[in-house]
DNA sequence: GAATTTCGTTGATCTGGATCAAGCAAGTGG
DNA sequence: CCACTTGCTTGATCCAGATCAACGAAATTC
């Protein structure tokens, strides 16, 4: 029985685990200070709504922890996830009055909030801030560029295997260089949203995993509990430029 | 027959027509004199390669005139436009070494270019520069997902609408209120590059511009002039959310 | 002005992934 | 314990868009 928490306790900055790579990443201990005054954390149940298309954008955010998705809808429901925000991602735009799409918590998720007017006064006045700001969206155009790329071009086998390649590539990372092999990865996602991110359906989804399993590039315990017992196989399905260079 | 100017006369800052949309745009004057001094034009002949994928970045730039396509390619040769930069939009970025992406000419292209270095520490000093890249950035990431729903999801039929309605619309706003009935759109691209831009194949672009003549939602004087009798009926077809508010 | 080349259209056919439909396994709630 | 829901898989069929192929119009070259 999990407990509903929607007003998390507030943690020092300096022992933020997100420190390092957030929109504060730059700041000196001043700034650390304003934006300590300013801050209030909320916690988010998963699959709960953050924000809809439309909204009044009152805080822009970081994500603490959790993961939360951004998609668009049209009328008639087709779905389209266009980011991910993972934790120390950058949520709302300065400047702007209202949210240009939907975001929902994936897994329960923590943000670090803002709000908006005196946040966009900082970044005026803090431009560390700004600066961080400005690299963390260049970043997030490339990744959007490339699933363009995905979205447009990939087979339903090709986007599957972008999708693990990507998550698992995120697993390596983290882990000690020990702790690799064989490379487990966990799905934190239904195969809707697994599909809503690619641009397919939940059938094909579902057949084209079965299809790698089969194939031996995947092995999977449970429906979302993935091994990938060989990752440049895995990442030569993804049909991307090979190499991407040693992973340390 | 054209002549092939591949150094333009350099024209000065004040007089720049992109002087209010670009980078440069919140710049003083005192900031204007650093930038007039570090720039120089150069311009590229439609179809030709500006920038090749990991080519290393001494430059950035801004376009002045013209149309250029970023795209990705697969090895296999399959291709992807990942983003048009118009008149005003900003090429390559702070703090990379190489490039992302392909860089193609789709028109005749004239860049204000600016040696990285230099422009990067400008950006330090200069705050007004980097903030207004943020923006423009921003902008870029909104258009990138409203792609990313169109590459997912849309059928042919709507995509190929929704590509005139962008057209169509930006056309609308550079002319005066009285001249727009009916408004004529140019297609500076050929049926490949429409292609590339929206995830089909030129046959099936052909076919789909085809069927929206025969269906009156639009008319073709030729292969590349399209004229749009009824705006909010293309709109429509290009099933994104109906209004959009009026043009002016 | 014939021969190429480039760009676009159209037709015939094929196929990858969508759609429609059924069923299973693991909760969850009465 | 049984009814119901949610998440996922699998099978059968369909169809939008890809592929393969031919051709037409305009520009370019010789």
Redesign the interface.
């Known amino acids: 029985m999990t407990q509903h928490v929607l007003k998390s306790p507030t943690i020092n900055c300096v022992d933020c685990p997100i420190r390092h790579r957030a929109v504060c990443s730059n700041c000196e201990s001043s700034e650390l200070q304003l934006l300590e005054m300013m801050k209030s954390y909320k916690t988010y149940g998963a699959g709960e709504q953050i924000m809809w298309k439309d909204d009044p954008l009152r805080f822009v955010a970081s994500v603490v922890s959790g993961v939360a998705a951004?998609s668009?809808t049209?009328?008639?429901g087709?779905?389209?996830m266009?980011?991910l925000l993972l934790p120390a991602d950058f949520l709302g735009?300065p400047?702007?009055e209202r949210a240009?799409?939907d975001v929902t918590a994936a897994t329960e998720v923590t943000l670090c909030r803002f709000e908006r007017k005196p946040f966009e006064k900082l970044?005026?006045s803090t431009?560390a801030i700004?600066?961080r700001?400005?690299?963390m969206?260049?970043d997030?155009?490339?990744a959007?560029?490339?699933?363009?790329?995905l979205?447009?071009?990939?087979t339903a086998r090709e986007k599957i295997a972008s999708l693990l390649a990507i998550l698992a590539q995120r697993q390596a990372i983290l882990l000690p260089n020990s702790a690799r092999q064989p490379l487990k990865i966990e799905l934190q996602m239904t195969r809707e949203a697994m599909a809503d991110y690619?641009?397919l359906t939940i059938e094909t989804v579902s057949r084209q995993m079965t299809a790698l399993r089969k194939d031996g590039v995947i092995e999977m315990q449970g429906k979302r509990h993935i091994t990938v017992p060989d990752l440049p196989r895995l990442q030569d399905e993804a049909?991307?430029?090979?190499d991407g260079g040693p992973l340390d």
């Open positions: 951004l668009r049209m009328e008639d087709r779905r389209q266009v980011g735009r400047g702007r240009t799409f970044i005026e431009p700004g600066r700001l400005l690299e969206t260049l997030e155009l490339d959007a560029r490339d699933w363009m790329l979205l447009g071009r990939k690619l641009g049909g991307d430029d090979a």
